[in-house]
């Protein structure tokens, strides 16, 4: 069982300030995928990164993918309210053969950024 | 519309009943998931259909769980004699393709069971 270790699991920060998301895992994964998940709705993609070392930016977040493809690192710059969110990251496995293209998740940190 | 739609949005149902969860995908998608998200928790993989058929249903929890997409398009959800433990939000997420490389889930909104 692959399993997805997220870090913190709470955070409150004040608007402005910045913040880092940890994802890690004893697995491999053949790609690694951040969600943001609001109250009463599915989760909405942000990112995926697929290469190992691989650093994506979109606006003021940033993504990194572990070398070993074991673990992530989410980070935002200057947070804004409307960051808050449930951030939740999930790793698809190398194929198998058998037809299976699931995601793992981690059970997601819940940001408040407070204005 | 032009994403992923589930009804109903909130059930809630006694211990013991029958329920059926349904999910209409993104059209022309092929891949379609189901997922359980309990309170605090990332979803939980149940299934997943590419097609019509189950490629992978190692998730469901017990054979309690059904789920079927007949045409290949809209999927139902079925849970025979419903208990405490089955309370959670129920995600439906659908793909163009399952395919090797990594593929982009969009997921509806949920149907949140409640199972006094």
């Known amino acids: 069982t692959q399993l997805l270790e997220q870090s913190p699991q709470f955070l409150s920060i004040q608007e402005g300030e910045n913040l880092t998301v940890y994802c890690n895992s004893s697995?491999?994964?053949?790609?690694l995928q951040w969600y943001r998940q609001e109250p009463g709705e599915g989760p909405v993609l942000l990112v995926t990164?697929?290469?190992?070392?691989e650093v994506k930016k979109l606006k003021r977040l940033t993504f990194q993918f572990g070398d070993a493809r074991k673990d992530s690192s989410l980070h935002i710059t200057a947070a804004q309210p409307g960051d808050t969110g449930l951030y939740l990251c999930?790793?698809?496995?190398?194929?198998?053969?058998?037809?299976?293209?699931?995601?793992?998740f981690g059970k997601g940190t819940k940001l408040s950024v407070i204005p | 519309g032009a994403g992923v739609s589930q009804t109903p949005s909130n059930k809630v149902t006694e211990k013991g009943k029958y329920v059926e969860l349904r999910c209409d995908p993104i059209?022309?998608?092929?891949?379609l998931y189901w997922y359980r998200q309990s309170l605090g928790q990332g979803p939980e993989f149940l299934i997943y259909?590419?097609?019509?058929?189950?490629?992978?249903d190692s998730g469901l929890p017990n054979d309690r769980f059904f789920a079927v997409r007949p045409e290949g398009s809209v999927s139902t959800l079925k849970i025979q004699r419903t208990e405490r433990g089955d309370s959670a939000v129920y995600l439906c997420?659908?793909?163009?393709?399952?395919?090797?490389?990594?593929?982009?889930?969009?997921f509806g909104p949920g149907t949140r069971l409640t199972v006094l």
């Open positions: 997420a659908s793909s163009l393709t399952g395919g090797m490389e990594s593929n982009e889930q969009f």
């Open positions: 697995s491999v994964f053949s790609s």
């Open positions: 990164v697929v290469t190992g070392g």
């Open positions: 999930a790793g698809e496995a190398p194929y198998s053969g058998a037809g299976s293209y699931q995601l793992t």
């Open positions: 059209s022309g998608h092929t891949a």
């Open positions: 259909f590419q097609g019509t058929g189950a490629a992978d």
